[in-house]
């Protein structure tokens, strides 16, 4: 670091021993003002990020049902730096596949900025990070995501020339991160810095195919070290074949520009480290991917009577398929069906778009994820406003004391946003969130 750094070194280890920031990237699903955790905890604007803020309190955000309802996302500002990228570089008709994205904050960026004209692929390689990745994109309520679980090389493989953008958030020694978890310390040394920067290389080779000539690859890291990020873009740039873009930021972030990317330094930026390059893949002819479609295609299984009412529930129906398996129903945008059902085809697919109705017995019942989604008429169900108090009864999966309503599927929100589904049955009423997210602390 003092090679790195210089006589800065000093004002950067003071910094590691300074509480570190709480920031939030705000969701449009819900109205500003209604976020009051948020509003008493004081709000500060993130400069490079329109809909982030620094926190200068941090809220126990487990107890806040917007926060379960996907309000808001509790994202290191550092990171939100890519909101600046894609808006500078990135056309929102893009298709784009972030490779290492759990737990989701960049994923569901990235969908919030496409928005209906674009399609993220967002993969997480490690299993039980797979789930959490999918649960904060339902929650995110876009739509426009499908979740895999899948190599690097196998999207090299199957998926040539298919992405507009390639984001690589690489798996890295966390050098940024030793402010904001100890064990990270522990956990480095020169060894586990040259085997990062190893596999880095690995990943980015792999995937590598998968971006269109003339592609984006949006590079970053949460470490400092010249191995995984300048030398790094290098090879990028001169093995694998691409220019390095420009990015353009305000001299008053304190952001560090190198011959390679931007560096973020907790001394310098409010946030934790952070290094972020974008290049630009080398132009060529070449041949478009196209999703062909084996003969095993996917057909609807279940009972399509059940389509129109599951239409019903969308406020812009057109822009969804619906895709019916037996007992579940899946809606996805119809813009890129084919791409999806290709995906679905050749890839393990945890989830893809939202799921919108599971049979039971002769009839449809709504999906979780169809409350979280920002397309969903809430007026088609019943609506039961809830207490503070309710809500966290309702999150924890516990049962629900709720009288004089209507049988049937009942629409819980709380300040006016959704929260889930509950069922009243007539003496009581089951609570249907589900149990798998459910709130574990008293």
């Known amino acids: 670091m003092r090679l790195l750094l210089g006589s800065e070194l000093d004002d950067f280890l003071a910094a590691l021993r300074l509480d570190r920031e709480t920031s939030v990237r705000v969701n449009t699903k819900v109205e500003f003002e209604l976020l009051s955790v948020l509003q008493d905890a004081g709000l500060e604007e993130v400069p490079w990020c329109m809909e982030g803020y620094y926190l200068r309190r941090r809220p126990q955000f487990t107890l806040d049902p917007l926060f379960h309802a996907g309000a808001y996302y509790v994202q290191e500002p550092s990171s939100m730096f890519l909101s600046e990228v894609v808006e500078q570089l990135l056309p929102q008709e893009s298709v784009v596949l972030d490779l290492c994205a759990a737990p989701g904050g960049k994923t569901t960026l990235l969908s919030e900025y496409v928005g209906d004209k674009g399609l993220i692929v967002s993969n997480e390689v490690v299993r039980q990070r797979v789930f959490i990745l999918s649960e904060n994109v339902q929650k995110w309520g876009n739509g426009n995501v499908v979740v895999t679980h899948n190599q690097p090389r196998d999207f090299g493989d199957a998926l040539e020339n298919a992405f507009d953008c390639l984001l690589v958030d690489a798996p890295c020694s966390g050098e940024g991160m030793f402010r904001k978890d100890e064990g990270s310390i522990d956990e480095w040394s020169i060894r586990n810095v040259e085997m990062c920067a190893a596999r880095q290389r690995d990943i980015l080779r792999h995937a590598w195919p998968a971006l269109k000539p003339g592609g984006l690859l949006i590079y970053s890291t949460c470490t400092y070290n010249r191995q995984e990020n300048e030398d790094n873009a290098a090879f990028i740039r001169d093995e694998l074949g691409a220019d390095i873009v420009n990015i353009d930021y305000d001299s008053e972030w304190g952001i560090k520009e190198t011959e390679a990317g931007l560096h973020f330094y907790p001394h310098l930026t409010r946030g934790e480290g952070f290094y972020i390059c974008v290049l630009r893949k080398h132009d060529a002819p070449y041949t478009p991917f196209t999703a062909k479609q084996k003969k095993s295609s996917f057909k609807q299984t279940g009972n399509k009577e059940f389509i129109p009412l599951m239409r019903s529930w969308l406020q812009t129906p057109d822009k969804w398929h619906i895709r019916l398996n037996e007992r579940f129903a899946d809606a ?75 049988f049937g599927t009942l629409l819980l929100t709380y300040q006016d946003c959704p929260l889930g589904f509950a069922k009243n049955v007539g003496n009581h009423c089951n609570n249907l969130y589900p149990n798998e997210w459910r709130i574990r602390n008293k």
Do not use: W
């Open 332 to 406: 996805y945008p119809t813009k890129y069906q084919l791409f999806i059902d290709y995906l679905s085809q050749h890839f393990t697919c945890v989830s893809t778009g939202f799921g919108i109705g599971e049979v039971r017995g002769k009839f449809m019942a709504p999906q979780h994820s169809l409350s979280m989604l920002k397309d969903f008429r809430k007026e088609v169900f019943p609506c039961v406003p809830l207490t503070l108090e309710q809500a966290i009864d309702y999150l924890r999966s516990e049962a629900l004391p709720l009288h004089n309503l209507p």
